[in-house]
């Protein structure tokens, strides 16, 4: 069993154009016992997004805990606010869009598993190509 304090996990920011601040909390790279399921924790800056992006190897959900904006999946727009939860079906196009002034927090789960090197790297590339 796992008690994880998300606040003492540090972070890595993601520069613009999709500034937020990845955590990795639990992903077969960080922890020897986790195997099947990793989870990140996003923290999107006001006014900003993460990229249109696709899992090709599973499903990702998101739990959003605070903020609003939008979230895209697939071609459709969905409202977004606090304690809404997103399915990202393997393969579907996704990007959530924080349109407030505070941080947009969300809690996303991976299965299969990812390594947390992989979710990092991934965001940083994004931010490096647009």
Do not use: F
């Not at 154009?17 to 006001?46: F, H, N, W």
């Not at 606010?81 to 947009?104: D, R």
Request: proline letters at 5%; charged letters at 25%; glycine letters at 6%.
């Amino acid at each position: 069993m796992h008690v994880i304090n998300c606040a003492d996990i540090e972070g890595v920011l993601i520069p613009k154009p999709y500034e937020r601040l990845v955590k990795v909390i639990m992903a077969p790279d960080t922890q020897e016992d986790v195997e099947d399921i990793s989870i990140t924790m996003g923290i999107i800056a006001p006014h900003s997004r993460n990229d249109l992006h696709t899992h090709e190897d599973g499903v990702e959900v998101l739990y959003i805990a605070t903020g609003y904006g939008k979230a895209v999946v697939g071609d459709t727009v969905y409202d977004l606010k606090a304690n809404h939860l997103i399915i990202a079906p393997k393969g579907m196009p996704h990007q959530q869009i924080n349109e407030s002034a505070e941080t947009m927090r969300m809690l996303a789960i991976w299965t299969p598993a990812v390594s947390g090197e992989e979710v990092i790297e991934r965001a940083r590339k994004a931010a490096q190509v647009k």
